[in-house]
């Protein structure tokens, strides 16, 4: 019977279209064996390590915060912020709409904010908090047919020409001195589900525009410059150009006086299959430095501290790891543990040891939310979700772990589709002290 099943996948994936409809029908076989035959849970947390949890919605609607690389909670842990949409909305087509739950008082639940045009499924519209003023919010928007970032407060106060920054911003330093922002209508074109679709990309016929690349805002005195430009990027490894070249990922450290970014190139109509280089960008000095590597390929990432941030990467015998790299010595070392072994979204925590990390969907479409401690090399499993099935991979819903903390108290949030097929936001409460379950 399997060597029946192996020959018929083999006949079907010669076809790309009805290779990801049977690989889609098939998880929903799986799905329906898991739920319904098995009866396992939708998501189950382990109750050593979790204090309490509550799934965050809205009836009839995907409601949702974005990346992992952004605080999704108040600094005083009250209100958490998300994005809510209808169930049937499309990016570039439908508004979002911006808004909060006050999370320390349930009666109080969700608050509106505002709407945006500019937004996606995985980074939603870059929404935070303000790093300086716990009433304000920054997302991005579009603004005289210019994608912009707007600045409100939660009141849901109008908002003036005062509170318009030019271009969007992908990410913002702590002291909010200054901004990164790029081309979003191309980042979209060539990584759909990243940037934003509402305006068209007008360097879409340019593999890599001279005039196009990274910008640095200074947000104090309105400026921008082009900092790094395509086609200076282009020149290391495709003079000919022969490959499309954009920018993604970009994080500025904890200081915010350097910020990572990629650099991404895609042959023509084959956007899945991509060239990255990572670089830290240095405001003090204006240098680019890549970062050398021997990796065959790298995913995600975060910063660890001011000169180490961690990388998951995959090696040339296709291995994937977790990696510390520092840039003061210009080097990196594998964190090792047997957990450790798939693809995910880490955020460390203020002791810089331990982190959190989850994993994409497994055969049974469920997704793990882990912690691991590098000093004592263990990890720990604190949540598995279960992901509803999707078509396209773009409308996947990651994870995504994000972390709040104030001394001893811990929050991890995360988006899910673990009930009812809608997008959520899951609350989970770190026990103060609990009974390990290292592994």
Not at 217 to 235: M, P, Q
Not at 270 to 299: Q, S
């Amino acid at each position: 019977m399997r060597k029946f099943y192996r020959l018929m996948v083999s006949i079907i994936c010669k076809n790309k279209k009805v290779e990801s409809h049977f690989r889609y029908v098939e998880k929903r076989l799986r799905s329906f064996i898991e739920l319904y035959i098995k009866r396992k849970k939708r998501y189950l947390v382990n109750n050593k390590v979790v204090e309490c949890n509550k799934l965050l919605e809205l009836k009839n609607k995907h409601v949702f915060f974005g990346y992992y690389d952004l605080p999704a909670i108040s600094k005083d842990g009250t209100k958490l912020l998300v994005q809510v949409v209808e169930k049937w909305a499309i990016p570039g087509c439908n508004k979002a709409e911006i808004g909060y739950f006050e999370i320390s008082d349930d009666e109080k639940g969700y608050n509106s904010i505002s709407t945006t045009g500019a937004w996606c499924w995985q980074q939603s519209s870059r929404l935070r908090w303000h790093p300086l003023d716990s009433g304000k919010v920054l997302f991005n928007d579009i603004h005289e047919n210019r994608y912009v970032t707007k600045i409100a407060e939660i009141s849901g106060k109008s908002i003036d020409a005062e509170t318009v920054i030019e271009p969007a911003l992908y990410d913002i330093s702590n002291d909010f001195r200054y901004g990164v922002s790029l081309n979003f209508s191309r980042l979209e074109r060539l990584r759909p589900g990243y940037g934003y679709s509402a305006l068209p990309d007008e360097t879409a016929d340019i593999y890599a525009p001279h005039d196009d690349g990274l910008f640095l805002v200074d947000i104090e005195y309105k400026t921008s410059k082009l900092i790094v430009s395509l086609s200076d990027l282009a020149v290391r490894n495709d003079k000919n150009l022969t490959h499309h070249h954009y920018i993604n990922c970009v994080s500025f450290c904890p200081d915010g006086r350097k910020f990572l970014f990629y650099h991404i190139s895609v042959p023509e109509n084959l956007p899945h299959i991509m060239k990255i280089e990572p670089y830290v960008y240095f405001i003090d000095t204006g240098e680019a430095r890549l970062l050398e590597n021997d990796w065959k390929t790298i995913c995600h990432y975060c910063w660890r501290n001011n000169n180490e941030l961690m990388f998951t990467v995959i090696n040339m015998s296709d291995e994937l790891s977790y990696v510390i790299y520092s840039l003061k010595e210009g080097g990196y070392t594998e964190v090792e543990h047997s957990t450790l072994k798939r693809d995910g979204h880490p955020s460390f925590f203020m002791d810089e040891d331990t982190f959190v990390y989850d994993t994409y969907p497994d055969k049974f479409n469920y997704q793990k939310l882990f912690m691991h401690n590098i000093p004592n090399n263990e990890t720990e499993m604190l949540a598995d979700f279960y992901h509803k099935p999707v078509k396209s991979v773009e409308n996947r819903c990651d994870l995504h772990p994000r972390i709040w903390e104030n001394g001893n108290k811990k929050i991890i949030t995360v988006d899910t589709t673990c009930t009812h097929g809608l997008r959520k936001v899951a609350l989970i409460t770190m026990a103060k002290e609990h009974k390990s379950s290292w592994v």
